[in-house]
């Protein structure tokens, strides 16, 4: 969705009450963005990958 989309659907009010919540909110901890960014950027991988590398099920 582009920025002239989201601004159609939200309107101007909504937008600025939004940025206003964020000025509002803490700043997070330390070391989270950098957390967050290699977490998001290095997936654990897709479904079926890790599906292979389960141990079979004990019978």
Do not use: F, N
């Not at 964020?22 to 967050?36: H, K, Q, R, Y």
């Not at 960014?37 to 389960?54: C, K, M």
């Amino acid at each position: 969705m582009t920025r002239e989309e989201r601004r159609r659907l939200l309107g101007d009010d909504v937008i600025e009450q939004i940025r206003a919540r964020v000025a509002d909110a803490p700043a997070p901890p330390e070391g989270l963005i950098s957390d967050l960014r290699r977490i998001l950027a290095h997936p654990a991988g897709r479904a079926d990958e890790v599906r292979e590398e389960r141990p079979a099920a004990a019978a």
